[in-house]
Nanobody, 128 residues
Framework: QLQLVESGGGLVQPGGSLRLSCAAS????????IGWFRQAPGKEREGISC????????FYADSVKGRFTISIDNAKNTVYLQMNSLKPEDSAVYYC?????????????????????WGQGTQVTVSS
């Protein structure tokens, strides 16, 4: 059974860093696009980054470009999201999602219905 488990969330001060992990089980990440989404209270779910295991292509939303880095460790079947220079507006529940694909397509990465499998989410709070 395909399963995604996020970890690494927590409370961090503005300007700090966190690294989120998305561990996949029940399938390998080959030929999947993995996306990171986030949802703050009262807001729509926002697609912020994607990576494809086949060709290594990536996508970043403007809101995180230059601060967040997505990476994949195929040996560990895990995708990471390194988040630096965190801001209070980055506070949200962060979700990873998976969908079969041969490359990253921006329109896919910004639309949550594009992904068929989801993790349970991990809370990130940026506050002093």
């Amino acid at each position: 059974q395909l399963q995604l488990v996020e970890s690494g969330g927590g409370l961090v001060q503005p300007g700090g860093s966190l690294r989120l992990s998305c561990a996949a089980s029940g399938f390998t990440l080959d030929y999947y696009t993995i996306g990171w989404f986030r949802q703050a209270p009262g807001k729509e779910r926002e697609g912020i980054s994607c990576i494809n295991s086949n060709d290594g292509s990536t996508f970043y939303a403007d809101s995180v470009k230059g601060r967040f880095t997505i990476s994949i460790d195929n040996a560990k079947n895990t995708v990471y999201l390194q988040m630096n220079s965190l801001k209070p507006e980055d506070s949200a529940v962060y979700y990873c999602a998976a969908q079969l694909a041969i490359t990253v397509v921006q329109t896919m990465c910004v639309r949550s219905p594009s992904f068929g499998s989801w993790g349970q989410g991990t809370q990130v709070t940026v506050s002093s």
